[in-house]
């Protein structure tokens, strides 16, 4: 295995674009020590510590914690994420979009350019709504240091150029690095707080932080850990294979033998995109409240929205339940925009292939939609459960304030509804992330190594597949 990863360093280009990519992500980190001007950070901090099991939880995670002190990258690549999404859904829906898309290189270098401008419109209105909420008297109390008329403007331009900047980073790293920038800007900030993690993980054993039942805590988090990892591995690399046969055809003047093939369907195509969509719809009431967007105080303690607001908060039952069910139904949402089983019928009928026992055409447009209707719920309910274990691990969910049954949980152990206070790194959703990401970084390497006649880093079981990228 040395040797493998030493004939990383004896190729010239594989050499230089893995240190252009490690100074890149060197620069990234060095944003997340300048503040942006006029914050309390130590208010800022507390304020996150208190409300870290939900979206703003997800928001520092995907900041690689320049959210919890409101850095210049505060906002991180979260805008450019949202804009390309933006911009997949409308080459679905709105044909001009969906003819440019298909012109090449000079096509999607004009909607490359769109999403630019895009992602800057919207960290403009998400740093808006952040000053606001920490201007706001009720919610960002002694947060920040100077008058709210100064630090508005301050606020929205510090983080739009950040956020533009990091997004200059990614395309740099995606084009003449190794690895998909984006991603490894998401990679990079948790990994960097993974030490963190563990030093805290280190201070509740040493101080016994659940009692007599600490050391068996502590043993049932690491083998969870491990099992995560492993479950996460073994669906992001599973995939249902059609088998696919193609018909004796003309080749110039050869007539080319029939041969035989494979569609491979993921199990999870969307990787962790359905849960981003489904974070982002559900943080949208819990940013309106903070900010006060409909009145001086927050939301959650008017007369009529409050019991709606308080049921959406992070932790409680029907959050939970409406994140689940978001995430199912983007799930399906997702592979329908990316996967079209009409197109795939379409080529396989116009190339003379065929899946053995279907019918060319419509019957087998219909058992490809049928096949990926079934393993598209298995990748759902994987992601529902990568989604839930953070939320048990940090604050756990609130059964006790269901109505009726609630009584019930409030005579079990603290932690059964409160969490065990750890962090987000242990998370399943922090996990999906770095194992999804070094899975893609990993193979990207090999396929140099082996277009440059080397040998790969697994040989013998096949070369190592990634997941799909952002």
């Known amino acids: 295995m040395l040797e493998k990863f030493l004939n990383i360093f004896r190729i010239p280009d594989l050499r230089k674009r893995i240190f252009f990519t490690l100074g890149l992500l060197a620069v990234y980190r060095l944003g997340a020590h300048i503040p942006t001007p006029g914050i309390n950070a130590a208010k800022l901090a507390e304020f996150f510590n208190q409300n870290s099991g939900g ?17 210049v990258f505060a906002l991180g690549i979260m805008p450019y994420i949202t804009a390309s999404i933006i911009f997949q859904l409308l080459t679905v829906i709105y044909e001009p979009l969906a003819k440019l898309q298909k012109e090449g290189e000079l096509g999607r270098r004009k909607i490359t350019q769109w999403t630019r401008y895009v992602t800057v419109l919207l960290a403009i209105v998400q740093s808006l709504f952040i000053g606001l909420g920490l201007t706001n008297t009720q919610t960002g109390e002694g947060m920040i240091t100077m008058s709210k008329g ?71 988090i690491l083998a969870m850990m491990v099992a995560v990892v492993a479950f996460i591995i073994f669906v992001e690399r599973s995939e249902r294979r059609i088998p696919i046969q193609s018909a004796k055809r003309m080749v110039g003047r050869r007539m080319a033998a029939p041969s035989s093939s494979f569609l491979p369907l993921k199990v999870n195509s969307g990787g962790v995109m359905p849960v981003i969509f489904a974070s982002s719809i559900l943080s949208f009431p819990m940013l309106l409240q903070n900010v006060g967007f409909f009145g001086s105080g927050p939301l959650k303690d008017t007369t ?54 279907i019918r060319p055409g419509k019957r087998t447009s219909d058992f490809i939609n049928d096949v990926l209707t079934r393993i598209t719920l298995v990748g759902a309910i994987y992601l529902t459960i990568i989604w839930i274990i953070p939320t048990l691990l940090i604050s756990g969910i ?69 997941r799909r990228s952002w």
């Open 398 to 466: 609130h059964f006790n304030h269901l109505w009726l049954i609630g009584r019930f949980f409030d005579s079990l152990p603290a932690w059964t509804t409160n969490g065990l206070g750890l962090n987000f790194y242990f998370g399943g959703t922090s996990l999906l992330i770095v194992v999804g990401v070094a899975m893609d970084t990993v193979q990207q390497i090999e396929s140099q190594l082996i277009m440059r006649h080397y040998e790969g880093f697994a040989p013998k079981s096949g070369r190592i597949r990634g």
């Open 150 to 220: 100064s630090f508005l403007p301050l606020c929205v331009i510090t983080l739009t150029c950040g956020t533009a900047f990091i997004m200059w980073l990614g395309e740099q790293i995606t084009e003449r690095g190794i690895g998909n920038g984006m991603s490894l800007l998401i990679f990079t900030g948790i990994v960097v707080g993974l030490p963190h993690g563990i030093m805290e993980l280190y201070d509740k054993a040493r101080n016994s932080a659940w009692g007599g039942f600490t050391p068996i805590a502590i043993v049932l």
């Open 304 to 357: 009529y929205l409050g019991p709606v607001f308080r049921n959406l908060m992070p932790s409680e039952p029907w959050y939970e339940l409406i994140s689940i069910a978001a995430i199912i139904f983007f799930s399906y949402f997702y592979i329908s925009i990316i996967f079209r089983p009409d197109d795939i019928a379409d080529n396989m009928r116009k190339y003379g292939s065929f899946i053995p026992g």
């Open 55 to 71: 979206a703003l939880g997800l928001l520092d995670l995907f900041s690689g914690g320049n959210a919890r002190k409101l850095t």
